[in-house]
């Protein structure tokens, strides 16, 4: 599977922004999708999550009211809509499936990565 994300930029405190991924092919629905972003020299920090059987989701408490993760799954296509944005939001930001949602563990360990897409938020 791969996974490609786009819609990340620079954008100002307070600002918006909206991250897709795409997935080459149909993600199972035993999988979830995860939201995952990193700052170089830090440990990389799960955002959100959804489950492809039923929608259900997980955020960081960091992240708890100002980001929403959604999917289309008819375009295999994952989303992270971002409001309300800081500038300790700005990371590279990473989708990838796991099989790993189930286990209680946060963040959830991945199988499938995108690339990444930068954010950058300037105050």
């Known amino acids: 599977v791969q996974l490609v994300e786009s819609g990340g930029g620079s954008v100002q405190a307070g600002g918006s922004l909206r991250l897709s991924c795409i997935a080459s092919?149909?993600?199972?629905?035993?999988?979830?999708m995860v939201w995952y972003r990193q700052v170089p020299g830090k440990e990389r920090e799960g955002v959100a999550s959804i489950m492809r059987s039923d929608d259900s989701t997980k955020y960081a408490d960091s992240v708890k009211g100002r980001f929403i993760i959604s999917q289309d799954k008819s375009k295999n296509t994952l989303y992270l809509q971002m409001n309300s944005l800081r500038p300790e939001d700005t990371a590279e930001y990473s989708c990838?499936?796991?099989?790993?949602?189930?286990?209680?563990?946060?963040?959830?360990?991945?199988?499938?990565w995108g690339q990444g897409t930068q954010v950058t938020v300037s105050s």
């Open positions: 990838a499936a796991s099989s790993d949602c189930y286990s209680g563990y946060w963040p959830p360990r991945a199988d499938y």
């Open positions: 092919e149909y993600i199972h629905d035993s999988l979830c």
